[in-house]
């Protein structure tokens, strides 16, 4: 009878070392298809919240320059005024350029 069980044992541990290295690379398939639907879905929301994104930052940045400007109480007041103005002025320079090479081209 011990040769009859070790004759299953071996069958066993010959059959366990088939299935479970195909049981992992069908496992790790898996994993790495479902990673990568992941990352297509975060990919195409961000591509559609992404309309605009770049006007939205400066917006957003510059709301929260006037946020900061609106509850500091220093006399530094004016100069953030000036550069918000010179940030505009920069903006509608670097948009005239890009019209100017959008023509050319």
């Known amino acids: 009878m011990d040769e009859d069980l070790v004759l299953i044992f071996g069958f066993i541990l010959v059959i366990l ?3 479970l290295p195909f049981a ?3 496992h790790r ?9 992941l ?3 975060a990919r195409a929301k961000e591509a559609e919240g992404g309309k605009g994104g770049a006007a939205y930052r400066k917006l957003e940045e510059r709301v929260r320059v006037l946020e ?5 109480s220093n006399h530094a007041l004016a100069s953030q ?3 918000l103005r ?3 002025e920069i903006e509608d320079q ?3 350029r890009d019209r100017a090479r959008e023509k050319a081209q």
């Open 17 to 19: 070392m088939f299935v």
């Open 24 to 26: 992992y690379m069908v």
């Open 29 to 37: 398939r898996t994993v790495e298809h479902e990673e990568r639907k």
């Open 39 to 41: 990352d297509l879905l």
């Open 68 to 72: 900061r400007i609106a509850t500091d």
């Open 81 to 83: 005024i000036e550069q």
């Open 86 to 88: 010179d940030m505009h």
């Open 94 to 96: 670097t948009q005239a």
